[in-house]
C-alpha cells in the first residue's frame, strides 16, 4: 500500500486557482473570464473552486490585493520588526521601500498591478468589491509600524493610517511609473528613489526634540 504524500507534497489547490485566475485576467481580463475557465485552467470542478472562492469577485480580490484569510504580508524577505534608535530609522526605512520596490519589478507583481488598475476600480463602483477596506487590510502592516514608531516618540503624534498612506503614497507612483515608463530615471535608480522619499517623509513626521 502507497504511502499517503507528505503535507509539503500535497497539492496546494487554492495557489494553483490563484496563478491560473491571475494568467486568465491578465490575458482576458475581470469581464472575460468565467469561473469555469479558471477551473477548467486548473483541472479542478466547479464546486472545489468555489469551496476556496466563493465568487469570482473574490477570486479578484485575491488575486490582485494578496489578502488571505483577512490578513496581509509584507512578503518573505521583510526585514525583522524596528528594533532602533532614531538614527536607525531612515535605514529601516529605506529597506522596507526596497523591499517593496524589488517584489513590484517581478514580473508575476507587473501583471497584478495592471489587472487592478484595469479592473479593479470599476468594479469598485459597480459595488462588486469593497476596494477601500480590501486595500486598508494590505496596508495594515504599514499602519502598524507607524502606530508603534509614534507610541516610540520616533514619530509626530497623528493618525497612523493617514501616516502609512503619505509613507507609501510615492511607492504607489513608482509602480505605475514601472507599468508607463520603465525607463525612468526613478525605475533605474530605485535606492536612490527610496532615499528621498524617506529623506521627505521623515521631514514632516519625525517627531521634534523636546
Given at each position: 500500500m502507497?504511502?499517503?504524500?507528505?503535507?509539503?507534497?500535497?497539492?496546494?489547490?487554492?495557489?494553483?486557482?490563484?496563478?491560473?485566475?491571475?494568467?486568465?485576467?491578465?490575458?482576458?481580463?475581470?469581464?472575460?473570464?468565467?469561473?469555469?475557465?479558471?477551473?477548467?485552467?486548473?483541472?479542478?470542478?466547479?464546486?472545489?473552486?468555489?469551496?476556496?472562492?466563493?465568487?469570482?469577485?473574490?477570486?479578484?480580490?485575491?488575486?490582485?490585493?494578496?489578502?488571505?484569510?483577512?490578513?496581509?504580508?509584507?512578503?518573505?524577505?521583510?526585514?525583522?520588526?524596528?528594533?532602533?534608535?532614531?538614527?536607525?530609522?531612515?535605514?529601516?526605512?529605506?529597506?522596507?521601500?526596497?523591499?517593496?520596490?524589488?517584489?513590484?519589478?517581478?514580473?508575476?507583481?507587473?501583471?497584478?498591478?495592471?489587472?487592478?488598475?484595469?479592473?479593479?476600480?470599476r468594479?469598485?463602483?459597480?459595488g462588486?468589491?469593497?476596494?477601500?477596506?480590501?486595500?486598508?487590510?494590505?496596508?495594515?502592516?504599514?499602519i502598524?509600524?507607524?502606530?508603534?514608531?509614534?507610541?516610540?516618540?520616533?514619530?509626530?503624534?497623528?493618525?497612523?493610517?493617514?501616516?502609512?498612506?503619505?509613507?507609501?503614497?510615492?511607492?504607489?507612483?513608482?509602480?505605475?511609473?514601472?507599468?508607463?515608463?520603465?525607463?525612468?530615471?526613478?525605475?533605474?535608480?530605485?535606492?536612490?528613489?527610496?532615499?528621498?522619499?524617506?529623506?521627505?517623509?521623515?521631514?514632516?513626521?519625525?517627531?521634534?526634540?523636546?
Amino acid at each position: 500500500m502507497a504511502a499517503r504524500p507528505k503535507a509539503s507534497e500535497a497539492r496546494d489547490t487554492r495557489t494553483e486557482i490563484l496563478n491560473a485566475a491571475l494568467e486568465l485576467f491578465a490575458d482576458k481580463g475581470f469581464y472575460g473570464v468565467s469561473i469555469r475557465d479558471v477551473a477548467r485552467a486548473t483541472g479542478v470542478g466547479v464546486s472545489a473552486l468555489y469551496h476556496h472562492f466563493p465568487s469570482k469577485e473574490e477570486l479578484f480580490e485575491a488575486v490582485v490585493l494578496e489578502v488571505r484569510d483577512g490578513k496581509a504580508s509584507l512578503g518573505p524577505g521583510t526585514p525583522p520588526p524596528f528594533d532602533g534608535g532614531s538614527g536607525d530609522l531612515p535605514q529601516y526605512l529605506e529597506k522596507l521601500l526596497l523591499h517593496a520596490m524589488d517584489r513590484f519589478a517581478v514580473l508575476r507583481e507587473r501583471k497584478r498591478f495592471r489587472i487592478f488598475l484595469s479592473d479593479g476600480p470599476r468594479l469598485a463602483l459597480e459595488g462588486k468589491i469593497n476596494l477601500w477596506e480590501r486595500m486598508l487590510v494590505a496596508r495594515q502592516p504599514i499602519i502598524d509600524l507607524m502606530a508603534t514608531l509614534m507610541a516610540r516618540g520616533l514619530l509626530r503624534r497623528g493618525d497612523a493610517e493617514m501616516i502609512a498612506l503619505s509613507f507609501i503614497a510615492p511607492l504607489m507612483m513608482w509602480r505605475q511609473l514601472l507599468s508607463v515608463s520603465p525607463d525612468h530615471i526613478w525605475i533605474e535608480k530605485p535606492r536612490e528613489f527610496a532615499r528621498y522619499c524617506v529623506e521627505q517623509f521623515l521631514r514632516g513626521a519625525v517627531a521634534s526634540p523636546e
